[in-house]
């Protein structure tokens, strides 16, 4: 089939976890598909598909790409990733991966073409599924807490923090916009590190 460009955001399902720092790639996939007018439905009403049906997607066709929330827990993401990618075309290049990223101050964002996992358990199950970490990912910053990072990752955003992500992730979906509409990956960093660069 044509080859299909994926946008995922990772994060875990349930209203428990929504506002979460580690539900921040949710977020973002929220932001574009109300950008573009969109809906989001069951991984069975997707056309053609015929793979796991644990995730929730959203389809534009100019251009065409897939908004995708994994309905996995956060580790296991690769689970929806991986046959989403086969049924796409295969091409891991046309995948971008948004999460979060302990290793970045609030509010930072950085835009790689490929790269390994970080610590990021996401990303090291899609990075296994799919055995390439050559495809693009947007890190967005949760910022490192001294002690607990796991209460930290679930805990919610909120105060200040809020203003910070909701600033974020606005960004972030500019960022994403642009290279669905025919930035490349190279040209989509050059132009997004230099502008969060001033202004985060």
């Known amino acids: 089939m044509t080859s299909i460009k994926l946008i995922v955001g990772l994060g875990n399902p349930g209203l428990q976890y929504a506002g979460t720092r580690h539900n921040i790639g949710f977020e973002v996939i929220e932001r574009l598909r109300l950008h573009e007018g969109l809906l989001f439905s069951p991984g069975d009403r997707l056309d053609g598909y015929d793979g796991p049906n644990n995730f929730t997607f959203a389809r534009s066709h100019v251009p065409d790409v897939l908004f995708v929330r994994p309905m996995t827990w956060m580790n296991k993401s690769g689970e929806a990733v991986g046959p989403l990618v086969k049924w796409?075309?295969?091409?891991?290049?046309?995948?971008?991966?948004?999460?979060?990223?302990?290793?970045?101050?609030?509010?930072?964002?950085?835009?790689?073409?490929?790269?390994?996992?970080?610590?990021?358990?996401?990303?090291?199950?899609?990075?296994?599924?799919?055995?390439?970490?050559?495809?693009?990912?947007?890190?967005?910053?949760?910022?490192?807490?001294?002690?607990?990072?796991?209460?930290?990752v679930l805990g919610p955003i909120e105060g200040a923090e809020r203003d910070v992500m909701n600033d974020a992730v606005a960004r972030a979906s500019d960022a994403i916009l642009h290279w669905l509409v025919g930035d490349d990956i190279d040209q989509t960093m050059s132009r997004f590190h230099s502008r969060w660069n001033q202004n985060v």
């Open 88 to 152: 796409a075309g295969g091409d891991v290049s046309n995948l971008l991966v948004v999460f979060d990223d302990l290793d970045l101050d609030p509010g930072k964002l950085r835009i790689r073409a490929r790269g390994g996992h970080g610590g990021q358990n996401g990303m090291r199950s899609i990075i296994e599924q799919i055995s390439s970490d050559c495809f693009p990912r947007l890190r967005m910053g949760i910022g490192r807490p001294a002690t607990d990072a796991a209460r930290h």
